[in-house]
Protein backbone atom coordinates (compact mmCIF):
# COMPACT_ATOMS: atom_id res chain seq x y z
CA UNK A 1 0.00 0.00 0.00
CA UNK A 2 1.50 3.62 -1.06
CA UNK A 3 1.24 6.45 1.18
CA UNK A 4 0.99 9.78 0.13
CA UNK A 5 2.77 12.39 2.00
CA UNK A 6 1.30 15.78 2.52
CA UNK A 7 4.07 18.94 3.61
CA UNK A 8 2.95 21.90 5.00
CA UNK A 9 5.40 24.97 5.53
CA UNK A 10 4.63 27.31 8.38
CA UNK A 11 6.71 30.44 7.40
CA UNK A 12 7.75 33.90 9.02
CA UNK A 13 5.26 35.82 7.61
CA UNK A 14 2.43 35.88 10.30
CA UNK A 15 2.84 35.02 14.35
CA UNK A 16 1.30 33.25 16.62
CA UNK A 17 0.07 34.48 19.77
CA UNK A 18 -2.93 32.81 21.51
CA UNK A 19 -3.69 29.12 22.80
CA UNK A 20 -6.61 29.71 20.46
CA UNK A 21 -4.49 29.55 17.46
CA UNK A 22 -4.47 25.93 17.31
CA UNK A 23 -7.19 23.80 18.97
CA UNK A 24 -8.01 20.45 20.09
CA UNK A 25 -11.32 20.27 19.88
CA UNK A 26 -13.18 16.62 20.70
CA UNK A 27 -9.82 15.16 19.69
CA UNK A 28 -9.65 17.04 16.34
CA UNK A 29 -6.14 19.08 15.82
CA UNK A 30 -7.40 22.73 13.68
CA UNK A 31 -6.04 26.06 13.21
CA UNK A 32 -8.52 29.08 13.89
CA UNK A 33 -9.38 30.63 10.63
CA UNK A 34 -10.90 33.13 12.40
CA UNK A 35 -7.60 34.08 14.41
CA UNK A 36 -6.02 36.94 12.08
CA UNK A 37 -2.77 35.79 14.06
CA UNK A 38 -2.66 32.55 12.08
CA UNK A 39 -3.51 34.22 8.20
CA UNK A 40 0.26 34.79 7.33
CA UNK A 41 1.49 31.98 8.79
CA UNK A 42 -0.45 28.97 8.30
CA UNK A 43 -0.67 27.48 5.45
CA UNK A 44 -4.31 27.72 3.57
CA UNK A 45 -4.38 24.45 2.79
CA UNK A 46 -3.44 23.23 6.90
CA UNK A 47 -5.96 25.93 7.96
CA UNK A 48 -8.95 23.92 6.61
CA UNK A 49 -7.36 20.21 6.98
CA UNK A 50 -8.56 19.14 10.26
CA UNK A 51 -6.49 16.48 12.04
CA UNK A 52 -8.15 13.56 13.77
CA UNK A 53 -5.59 13.05 16.84
CA UNK A 54 -6.33 9.51 16.84
CA UNK A 55 -5.11 8.81 13.89
CA UNK A 56 -2.22 9.86 14.55
CA UNK A 57 0.94 7.38 14.53
CA UNK A 58 4.75 7.03 13.98
CA UNK A 59 5.38 10.92 14.98
CA UNK A 60 8.70 12.27 14.89
CA UNK A 61 9.93 15.67 16.44
CA UNK A 62 13.37 17.13 15.21
CA UNK A 63 14.66 20.41 15.82
CA UNK A 64 15.47 22.46 13.05
CA UNK A 65 19.50 23.18 12.56
CA UNK A 66 22.15 24.10 10.41
CA UNK A 67 25.20 21.17 9.44
CA UNK A 68 27.47 20.75 11.77
CA UNK A 69 30.71 19.41 10.65
CA UNK A 70 32.67 16.74 12.39
CA UNK A 71 35.91 16.85 13.20
CA UNK A 72 38.85 14.21 14.51
CA UNK A 73 41.75 14.92 15.53
CA UNK A 74 44.50 12.02 15.55
CA UNK A 75 47.76 12.65 17.63
CA UNK A 76 50.49 10.25 16.71
CA UNK A 77 53.32 8.71 18.69
CA UNK A 78 56.49 8.59 17.02
CA UNK A 79 58.20 4.99 17.39
CA UNK A 80 60.46 3.63 14.43
CA UNK A 81 60.37 0.48 11.97
CA UNK A 82 56.31 0.52 13.39
CA UNK A 83 53.09 0.11 11.24
CA UNK A 84 50.40 2.60 11.84
CA UNK A 85 46.74 2.60 10.63
CA UNK A 86 43.71 5.06 10.20
CA UNK A 87 40.68 3.60 9.47
CA UNK A 88 38.04 6.02 7.80
CA UNK A 89 34.19 4.79 8.07
CA UNK A 90 31.27 6.46 6.33
CA UNK A 91 27.24 5.27 5.09
CA UNK A 92 26.78 5.60 1.22
CA UNK A 93 23.68 6.69 1.99
CA UNK A 94 20.24 5.74 3.42
CA UNK A 95 19.12 3.14 1.36
CA UNK A 96 20.11 -0.46 0.74
CA UNK A 97 21.01 -1.32 -2.89
CA UNK A 98 21.04 -4.89 -3.53
CA UNK A 99 21.81 -5.94 0.08
CA UNK A 100 25.41 -4.71 -0.20
CA UNK A 101 27.27 -3.03 2.79
CA UNK A 102 25.91 0.34 2.78
CA UNK A 103 29.20 1.71 4.86
CA UNK A 104 32.19 2.28 2.92
CA UNK A 105 35.35 1.69 4.89
CA UNK A 106 38.86 2.43 4.06
CA UNK A 107 41.75 1.43 5.60
CA UNK A 108 45.10 3.99 5.29
CA UNK A 109 48.30 2.82 6.44
CA UNK A 110 52.07 3.73 7.11
CA UNK A 111 55.24 2.16 7.93
CA UNK A 112 58.10 4.75 9.90
CA UNK A 113 61.41 4.21 8.39
CA UNK A 114 64.80 2.48 10.66
CA UNK A 115 65.30 6.10 11.93
CA UNK A 116 63.93 9.90 11.85
CA UNK A 117 60.30 9.17 11.81
CA UNK A 118 58.67 11.82 13.83
CA UNK A 119 55.02 12.76 14.51
CA UNK A 120 55.23 15.52 11.49
CA UNK A 121 56.06 13.02 8.89
CA UNK A 122 53.65 10.23 10.36
CA UNK A 123 50.90 12.84 9.51
CA UNK A 124 51.70 14.10 6.17
CA UNK A 125 52.08 10.61 4.90
CA UNK A 126 48.51 10.29 6.12
CA UNK A 127 47.48 14.00 4.97
CA UNK A 128 48.79 13.27 1.46
CA UNK A 129 47.27 9.85 1.36
CA UNK A 130 43.51 10.95 2.83
CA UNK A 131 43.49 13.97 0.18
CA UNK A 132 44.27 12.44 -2.75
CA UNK A 133 42.33 9.39 -2.40
CA UNK A 134 39.45 9.51 -4.67
CA UNK A 135 36.60 9.28 -2.64
CA UNK A 136 37.75 10.58 1.05
CA UNK A 137 39.19 13.46 -1.04
CA UNK A 138 35.20 14.19 -1.49
CA UNK A 139 34.33 14.09 1.52
CA UNK A 140 36.97 15.21 4.02
CA UNK A 141 40.17 17.29 4.48
CA UNK A 142 42.66 16.52 6.32
CA UNK A 143 45.40 19.55 7.73
CA UNK A 144 47.64 19.60 10.87
CA UNK A 145 51.62 19.12 11.32
CA UNK A 146 52.53 17.37 14.49
CA UNK A 147 48.70 16.06 14.74
CA UNK A 148 46.26 14.72 11.96
CA UNK A 149 42.70 16.52 11.70
CA UNK A 150 40.15 15.38 9.35
CA UNK A 151 37.14 17.79 8.99
CA UNK A 152 34.48 16.86 6.97
CA UNK A 153 32.84 18.85 4.08
CA UNK A 154 29.69 20.30 3.62
CA UNK A 155 26.97 18.44 2.67
CA UNK A 156 29.11 15.08 4.17
CA UNK A 157 28.83 16.28 8.20
CA UNK A 158 29.19 12.86 9.59
CA UNK A 159 32.07 10.06 9.06
CA UNK A 160 34.28 8.26 11.63
CA UNK A 161 38.01 7.22 11.65
CA UNK A 162 40.10 4.36 13.90
CA UNK A 163 43.62 5.21 14.78
CA UNK A 164 45.42 2.45 15.78
CA UNK A 165 48.25 1.89 17.88
CA UNK A 166 50.36 4.70 18.35
CA UNK A 167 47.78 7.29 17.18
CA UNK A 168 45.12 8.69 20.16
CA UNK A 169 42.05 9.63 18.13
CA UNK A 170 39.90 12.48 19.73
CA UNK A 171 36.30 13.18 18.22
CA UNK A 172 37.27 17.42 18.97
CA UNK A 173 33.54 18.58 16.94
CA UNK A 174 30.35 15.75 16.64
CA UNK A 175 28.68 16.90 13.30
CA UNK A 176 25.47 16.27 12.80
CA UNK A 177 23.39 16.73 9.50
CA UNK A 178 21.12 19.41 8.76
CA UNK A 179 17.38 19.40 9.35
CA UNK A 180 15.14 21.92 7.77
CA UNK A 181 17.59 24.06 5.85
CA UNK A 182 15.11 25.91 3.41
CA UNK A 183 17.88 25.59 0.68
CA UNK A 184 18.25 21.72 1.21
CA UNK A 185 14.43 21.67 1.22
CA UNK A 186 14.12 23.33 -2.03
CA UNK A 187 16.70 21.27 -3.63
CA UNK A 188 14.98 17.76 -3.08
CA UNK A 189 12.54 18.99 -6.15
CA UNK A 190 9.86 17.53 -3.57
CA UNK A 191 7.79 21.21 -3.25
CA UNK A 192 5.95 22.55 -6.30
CA UNK A 193 7.40 25.75 -8.38
CA UNK A 194 4.79 27.70 -6.70
CA UNK A 195 2.79 28.29 -3.42
CA UNK A 196 -0.23 25.53 -4.08
CA UNK A 197 -1.74 26.86 -0.48
CA UNK A 198 0.92 24.45 1.68
CA UNK A 199 3.51 27.14 1.96
CA UNK A 200 6.76 26.99 0.41
CA UNK A 201 10.02 26.48 2.03
CA UNK A 202 12.25 30.19 2.32
CA UNK A 203 16.03 29.61 1.46
CA UNK A 204 17.28 31.62 3.53
CA UNK A 205 15.30 30.31 6.83
CA UNK A 206 15.57 26.62 9.14
CA UNK A 207 12.68 25.07 9.76
CA UNK A 208 11.55 22.50 12.77
CA UNK A 209 10.09 19.12 11.46
CA UNK A 210 7.18 17.70 12.94
CA UNK A 211 6.25 14.29 10.81
CA UNK A 212 3.76 11.15 11.64
CA UNK A 213 1.42 8.96 9.62
CA UNK A 214 -1.88 10.03 9.24
CA UNK A 215 -4.83 7.33 8.84
CA UNK A 216 -7.41 9.54 7.01
CA UNK A 217 -10.09 7.05 6.64
CA UNK A 218 -10.61 3.62 7.56
CA UNK A 219 -11.69 1.00 4.73
CA UNK A 220 -12.15 -1.89 6.47
CA UNK A 221 -14.52 -3.76 3.11
CA UNK A 222 -11.15 -2.78 1.43
CA UNK A 223 -9.07 -4.77 3.43
CA UNK A 224 -7.21 -1.74 5.10
CA UNK A 225 -6.79 1.80 5.67
CA UNK A 226 -6.14 4.62 3.92
CA UNK A 227 -3.04 6.47 5.35
CA UNK A 228 -0.81 9.52 4.64
CA UNK A 229 2.24 10.98 5.74
CA UNK A 230 1.77 14.42 7.20
CA UNK A 231 5.69 16.61 6.91
CA UNK A 232 5.05 20.28 9.31
CA UNK A 233 7.73 22.11 8.72
CA UNK A 234 7.67 25.31 11.21
CA UNK A 235 10.01 27.73 10.95
CA UNK A 236 11.16 28.99 14.93
CA UNK A 237 11.15 32.85 14.45
CA UNK A 238 9.02 35.50 16.52
CA UNK A 239 5.99 33.42 17.81
CA UNK A 240 6.24 30.97 15.87
CA UNK A 241 7.43 29.55 19.07
CA UNK A 242 4.53 29.73 20.70
CA UNK A 243 2.93 27.70 17.60
CA UNK A 244 5.27 24.82 17.68
CA UNK A 245 4.49 24.36 21.15
CA UNK A 246 1.14 23.89 21.08
CA UNK A 247 1.76 21.69 18.09
CA UNK A 248 4.20 20.07 20.33
CA UNK A 249 1.51 19.87 23.52
CA UNK A 250 -1.00 18.65 21.38
CA UNK A 251 0.86 15.49 19.67
CA UNK A 252 3.36 14.70 22.04
CA UNK A 253 0.99 11.08 23.28
CA UNK A 254 2.02 10.31 19.34
CA UNK A 255 5.73 10.73 19.18
Not at 44 to 49: A, D, G, I, K, M
Not at 186 to 210: C, E, K, R
Request: charged residues 10%; proline residues 4%; neutral net charge.
Amino acid sequence: MSIAVKQFVIGAAGSATAAGDVAASAGVLRFDLADSNVTGCVPVNLRSFPIVLAGISGGMYQAGAAEVLRVITITPTAVNSTDYRITLSAEKGTVFSNNLPNEVQTVFTHTTPASGGTATTIGDAFRSAINNHPYWSQRVVVTGTTTIIITAKAGFPIFSAAGGPNLATVVTTAGSPAVGVGAALLATGTFPTADDGNGLPVSGQTYNVISYDYEIESKAAMGGAVREKHIIYVNNSGNNATLLSLLQGLLSTRF
